[in-house]
Nanobody, 126 residues
């Protein structure tokens, strides 16, 4: 059974930092792009960041997080991480790990992503 499992969510004050990790199991994700989406209260799920498959090294970020969030992957451990700094209350959301074969339009594939994690809550207090 293929699974993506997120870790690291929690409560943090505005201006603080938090790191999320996602561990894949059931298959190798070496040839998959991976990424993070989030869904805030009363909002639709939105793209946060993505990283291309092994060796690609390309990343893409939503404008709202550019310069504050960093995505990385460790294929030896089948993991993808999201390091978040200078967090704002509007970053409060459930964060979802994801994996899909297509990187170029990853930010547009909310309804077509192949694999999703179960989500982890991030709450930023003012």
């Amino acid at each position: 059974q293929v699974q993506l499992s997120e870790f690291g969510g929690g409560l943090v004050q505005a201006g603080g930092s938090l790191s999320l990790s996602c561990i894949g199991s059931g298959r190798s994700f070496d040839n998959y792009a991976m990424g993070w989406f989030r869904q805030g209260p009363g909002k639709e799920r939105e793209f946060v960041a993505s990283i291309s498959w092994t060796g690609g090294g390309a990343t893409n970020y939503a404008d709202s997080v550019k310069g504050r969030f960093t995505i990385s992957r460790d294929d030896a451990k089948n993991t993808v991480s999201l390091h978040m700094t200078n967090l704002k209350p509007e970053d409060t959301a459930v964060y979802y790990c994801s994996a899909d074969l297509y990187f170029s339009d990853y930010h547009l594939r909310t309804k077509n992503i192949e694999y999703w994690g179960q989500g982890t809550q991030v709450t930023v207090t003012s």
